[in-house]
T-cell receptor, first 109, second 113 residues
Framework: GQNIDQPTEMTATEGAIVQINCTYQ??????LFWYQQHAGEAPTFLSY????GLEEKGRFSSFLSRSKGYSYLLLKELQMKDSASYLC??????????FGKGTTLSVSS | DAGVTQSPTHLIKTRGQHVTLRCSPI?????VSWYQQVLGQGPQFIFQYYEKEERGRGNFPDRFSARQFPNYSSELNVNALLLGDSALYLCASSSATGPTEAFFGQGTRLTVV
């Protein structure tokens, strides 16, 4: 089985930086995905980490520590459109994505 | 290229009825997964199919079943609907079962009354 833990809600202001943490316990771990989901829409892919370290992609970065079962998503220069749910999904080899409950981020002006 | 398409987009059923939801994956994708998402929660895994065979099943009752056709499209069937089955049902397709990105359809919003 898998245990995935992420904060339920976070708030931030425009222009700020926010870090969304995810801890997991996954047997047969094969990498970790982050997805973004706006209200009423389908989840969309943000990042995939398989090796330890930081992967940067524009305003968004994702970090993974396999030994600690820990990942975070870092969002810089926050914009109102970043208000969404962020889903952590550690990947088990040969299986479908299993998602955490998600973190709802609210960005205010 | 068309993305993942699901039909219908919205559906209202009464308790005890049966429902069939449909999904067409991205062309060339052979893996389809189904998820149930209730408001305020992350998507919960129901089934994964690859090359027409079931590759994984989540913790859902036997009232839920699915299948994948030779053209890789898929159906999710739910029998004896309960009020608690009201949710957004998402279909995701990927090229393989390995660590590849999954692409989601817009979902079917099922309301059971």
């Amino acid at each position: 089985g898998q245990n995935i833990d992420q904060p339920t809600e976070m708030t931030a202001t425009e222009g700020a930086i926010v870090q969304i943490n995810c801890t997991y316990q996954t047997s047969g771990f094969n990498g970790l995905f982050w997805y973004q989901q706006h209200a009423g829409e389908a989840p969309t892919f943000l990042s995939y980490n398989v090796l330890d370290g930081l992967e940067e992609k524009g305003r968004f970065s994702s970090f993974l520590s396999r030994s600690k079962g820990y990942s975070y998503l870092l969002l810089k220069e926050l914009q109102m459109k970043d208000s969404a749910s962020y889903l952590c999904a550690p990947k088990k080899a040969g299986t479908a994505l299993i998602f955490g409950k998600g973190t709802t981020l609210s960005v205010s002006s | 290229d068309a993305g993942v398409t699901q039909s219908p987009t919205h559906l209202i059923k009464t308790r005890g009825q049966h429902v069939t939801l449909r999904c067409s994956p991205i062309s060339g994708h052979k893996s389809v997964s189904w998820y149930q998402q209730v408001l305020g929660q992350g998507p919960q895994f129901i089934f994964q199919y690859y090359e027409k065979e079931e590759r994984g099943r989540g913790n859902f009752p036997d009232r839920f079943s699915a299948r994948q056709f030779p053209n890789y499209s898929s159906e999710l069937n739910v029998n004896a609907l309960l009020l608690g089955d009201s949710a957004l049902y998402l279909c995701a397709s990927s090229s393989a079962t390995g660590p590849t990105e999954a692409f989601f359809g817009q979902g079917t919003r099922l309301t059971v009354v």
